[in-house]
């Protein structure tokens, strides 16, 4: 099975600041054949369900604002956030859907300074 | 819009089985990957499970294969997921997941329905 390995586990960025959250796959998920990394990023806010932010690595979902971006190929991602507001504090997975066994990061907790 | 509605969750004793519901509306079912993804309480996501439109392929975590089931019906727009073998370790929201348009990510989510395996 591919392991997700999301870093770090908690993060506390100022309002207006740049958020960086990194995700590392123990192989890659990039398929040759396409040219696409496997690789998904999602939100999550406490009491509700995970939500689309990224896929094929640096895609974003319809309505996501664009200060979210993700970037990475092969084995190493990452998820930035260009200007953090209030509204985006919650835990960030990535997830490989690379094969047929999907996984995800642990998570990263995202926090205001 | 797409909707899926988890039912079925509720309080089992350890070593029993619950067989949990996801309806799912706003979207052409049959030609869809489906997917069960559990929290427990506190903790990360896990993916579960994996069932292609047609339900000629089926995939499982090692943590839930042999014991978790996963199945559909086309015809009723749902998906299911039998449980056997409950362990307290399997407490946790169980969530329903759509696959995207484009790929095998995951697209669209239900609410959830807890489940709990205590005595």
């Known amino acids: 099975d591919i392991v997700m390995t999301q870093s770090p586990d908690s993060l506390a960025v100022s309002l207006g600041e740049r958020a960086t959250i990194n995700c590392k796959s123990s192989?890659?998920?990039?398929?040759?054949?396409?040219?696409?990394?496997?690789l998904a990023w999602y939100q999550q806010k406490p009491g509700q369900p995970p939500k689309l932010l990224i896929y094929?690595?640096?895609t974003r979902e319809s309505g996501v604002p664009d200060r979210f971006s993700g970037s990475g190929s092969g084995t190493d991602f990452t998820l930035t956030i260009s200007s953090l507001q209030a509204e985006d504090v919650a835990v960030y997975y990535c997830?490989?859907?690379?094969?047929?066994?999907?996984?995800f990061g642990q998570g990263t907790k995202l926090e205001i300074k | 819009e797409v909707q899926l509605v988890e039912s079925g969750g509720g309080l089992i004793q350890p070593g029993g089985s619950l067989r949990v519901s996801c309806a799912a509306s706003?979207?052409?079912?049959?030609?869809?990957?489906m997917n069960w993804v559990r929290q427990a309480p506190g903790k990360g996501l896990e993916w579960l499970s994996s069932?292609?439109?047609?339900?000629?392929?089926?995939y499982y975590a090692d943590s839930v294969k042999g014991r978790f089931t996963i199945s559909r019906d086309n015809a009723k727009n749902s998906l299911y997921l039998q449980m056997n073998s409950l362990r307290v370790e399997d407490t946790a929201m169980y969530y329903c997941?759509?696959?995207?348009?484009?790929?095998?990510?995951?697209?669209?989510w239900g609410q959830g329905t807890l489940v709990t395996v205590s005595s």
């Open positions: 997941v759509r696959e995207g348009d484009g790929g095998s990510y995951s697209a669209f």
């Open positions: 706003g979207f052409s079912f049959s030609t869809y990957s």
């Open positions: 069932i292609i439109a047609s339900s000629s392929a089926i």
């Open positions: 192989q890659s998920v990039l398929y040759s054949s396409n040219n696409k990394n496997y």
């Open positions: 094929w690595a640096s």
């Open positions: 997830q490989q859907y690379y094969g047929t066994l999907y996984t």
